[in-house]
């Protein structure tokens, strides 16, 4: 199993470009939100009284991605977990709107992905995931590794 310092290098290869950094900032945190979107409204049949949180699809998605974090980074694993608790908060506030949480993810999903195509565009680089899908992981990790070496944690 690669280390996440070779994950973040080979992540970082296609993505020098400023204009496709700047992007990514944008974009790879909507994709995530988005997709968390799509899937917070498929609740799991279960027992919700033992859970301190609900159990929908984006919860499962989620516990499923710390899992991995943390086979390869505990420090940025307790980092995804922060941004998480954070994007299910903003889901909730979401979902109070008149208009249909799976309809702003969708829009905001798309939106977001043609940014990523042209960030990679602009580098000429195609996106790492289609050399391995692993990178659909690793990107938001790369941008929190950036946050972690400015603040000086180690990961």
């Not at 944008?26 to 279960?46: N, R, T």
Request: hydrophobic share 55%; proline share 5%; charged share 10%.
């Amino acid at each position: 199993m690669r280390t996440i310092h070779q994950w973040l290098d080979e992540y970082d290869e296609s993505h020098r470009n400023q204009t496709n950094k700047a992007l990514h900032w944008i974009c790879v945190p909507l994709i995530m939100l988005s997709l968390l979107g799509l899937l917070y409204p498929l609740s799991l049949p279960l027992e919700q009284n033992d859970f301190p949180f609900q159990i929908n699809g984006a919860s499962v998605l989620m516990i499923l991605a710390i899992v991995y974090y943390l086979l390869i980074s505990w420090p940025l694993a307790i980092g995804m977990m922060i941004v998480s608790i954070l994007m299910f908060i903003l889901l909730e506030l979401l979902s109070g709107l008149s208009t249909p949480l799976w309809l702003i993810s969708l829009i905001v999903f798309a939106l977001a992905w043609i940014g990523q195509f042209i960030g990679h565009q602009i580098e000429g680089k195609k996106p790492s995931f289609f050399k391995d899908v692993q990178f659909l992981l690793i990107g938001p990790l790369w941008l929190l590794a950036f946050i972690y070496r400015k603040l000086h944690i180690r990961f």
